[in-house]
């Protein structure tokens, strides 16, 4: 009598692939596998968005409602693959919102090294803000720069502003450059 089993794939996409098999001995070792039964999942919004143990009531941004928002968008949709793809991981942190040394507010940080992003709820507050700084903190990921630079923060930041509108006009570039000078002066632009 032949034994069933099942055969779970994981893609890097995220795609999961459950296939109910039967499998008997041919040729003393091979192994032949007929196909019953095939599903394809994707991966769920919290498994893509993990959160810190610690959420203060009210304040949880639930990772289905972050997915709605990035998927609203063809940057955002793009920010999703990059995700899956990459293998990102994504921690919403609703802990103390950290600042820089000039005092500024940090909404997220990118390590490339380990290919992570952290995003600070406390600071981004709502979901499109967040899904906005999610794009953001993707981007640095994705970008994989030996050497940080203002370019690279002035294409996370319009990236970031595609979310709202997929155009950007000439002085809408214009202040983000500005703006990217005006935050970051000590680093350099190529």
């Known amino acids: 009598m032949p034994e069933l089993g099942t055969l779970v794939s994981l893609f890097p996409s995220g795609k999961v692939v459950v296939k109910t098999a039967t499998k008997g001995a041919i040729d003393g070792g091979s192994w032949l596998i007929g196909k019953f039964n095939k599903q394809l999942r994707y991966a769920k919004p919290s498994d893509l968005f993990k959160e810190n143990t610690y959420v203060p009531f009210g304040q949880r941004i639930a990772p289905k409602n972050l997915y709605r928002e990035l998927n609203r968008s063809q940057v955002g949709q793009e920010t999703i693959r990059l995700i899956q793809s990459n293998g990102t991981k994504i921690t919403l942190d ?13 909404l997220g940080t990118a390590n490339m090294r380990n290919n992570t992003a952290t995003i600070y709820v406390r600071g981004t507050e709502y979901t499109i803000k967040t899904a906005q700084t999610i794009i953001h903190e993707v981007t640095h990921t994705s970008l994989q720069n030996p050497i940080y630079t203002q370019r690279e923060e002035v294409i996370a930041f319009m990236r970031e502003a595609k979310h709202s509108r997929d155009n950007l006009s000439y002085t809408q570039i214009k202040a983000i450059i500005q703006e990217v000078k005006s935050l970051y002066p000590t680093i350099p632009y190529r």
């Open 94 to 106: 609703y802990g103390e919102l950290p600042t820089d040394m000039i005092g500024n507010q940090i």
